[in-house]
């Protein structure tokens, strides 16, 4: 029999953390973090983590596990929260994904396959010195060329990811969007239920700036100052979070704290748009809309109790 999975997840600043609690606590569950910034430690505001206040006695796992200096990919998560679900199994728990990071969902969910390298790293050198010299953009002109496909899935500022296409071409001569096609029509390794939070666009936008506005209240700037003072430089993936990279552009003098700040809010609303456009595209997805419940908790989570009642998973 597959085991009992739950992935709650949707766009940013949609209200998953207050209703993953909710759920954990009705199903006996653990939450496990589906999110590529609160996995970093010192970077609190910016990823708008989880305090243990509101976490009200929920076991949280993938959350300030790894320092800003070290490399968080799609690999280690499904390495990690495996390892996590392992643990929660054991103690006769039901494992909750909870985050924005569909991709991450995705691998999990499905046990997607990621082929590893060759250990031959000469090309991907070679692809991140010509990204350092020509520009993110050109780069991902070259995988428009291999697998278009790709390119329109993969953001061209992802240069990690642009890379990891090209060179999954370079060494096996197939499109990696035709291999992750076929990874994503594997059946669910679990028996699960994809719940997807979501809200009326104007009131997710202006969820969304109002946040923004809060992180800098709470002392943005003040911990990228921090960040900043350690030595964590704007290569590293963490630096590269949204919030963070936009401060360190004030802090280097690129632009005005108020360009700044107008500039994390309107790529935070981008970011939402694409992870409902990804969402949008995922199979056996539950769309719950918050305005239908009128935006009341206990109405949301008795929707989601009695879908899950219904695929024998509680």
């Given at each position: 029999m597959k085991k009992p999975l739950i992935i709650l997840t949707g766009p940013t600043a949609v209200g998953k953390t207050a209703a993953s609690i909710g759920l954990a606590k009705a199903v006996k569950g653990e939450i496990i973090s589906a999110d590529s910034m609160q996995i970093y430690r010192q970077?609190?505001?910016?990823?708008?983590?989880?305090?243990?206040?509101e976490m009200q006695g929920i076991h949280h796992h993938l959350i300030d596990v790894l320092d800003p200096d070290e490399e968080f990919n799609v690999v280690r998560f499904q390495h990690m929260a495996r390892e996590a679900m392992k643990g929660i199994y054991d103690r006769g728990r039901i494992p909750i994904v909870v985050g924005g990071t569909g991709f991450y969902i995705q691998a999990l969910l499905y046990d997607i396959n990621f082929t590893e390298n060759d250990g031959d790293t000469s090309?991907?050198?070679e692809m991140e010195a010509l990204a350092k010299a020509k520009g993110a953009d050109y780069l991902h002109g070259l995988l428009k060329e291999v697998d278009e496909r790709a390119a329109v899935e993969i953001h061209p500022n992802n240069i990690k990811r642009v890379i990891r296409a090209l060179e999954f071409h370079h060494q096996t001569g197939q499109k990696i969007s035709e291999h992750n096609e076929m990874e994503r029509q594997k059946e669910s390794a679990y028996q699960s239920a994809y719940f997807v939070l979501n809200d009326d666009r104007a009131n997710l936008y202006s969820r969304i700036n109002r946040r923004v506005d809060q992180m800098m209240e709470k002392g943005l700037l003040e911990e990228v100052k921090a960040l900043k003072a350690r030595g964590y430089t704007r290569d590293m993936v963490s630096m590269q979070g949204l919030g963070y990279k936009e401060v360190l552009a004030y802090l280097d003098g690129e632009c005005t704290l108020k360009e700044a700040v107008s500039v994390i809010k309107r790529d935070t609303r981008h970011f939402a748009k694409r992870q409902i456009t990804w969402f949008k595209r995922e199979r056996d997805v539950i769309w719950i809309d918050k305005?239908?419940?009128?935006?009341?908790e206990d109405r949301i989570l008795e929707k989601i109790l009695e879908e899950l009642r219904q695929r024998n998973i509680i």
């Open positions: 970077m609190d505001i910016g990823s708008a983590k989880i305090t243990p206040e090309y991907r050198k305005q239908d419940y009128e935006y009341q």
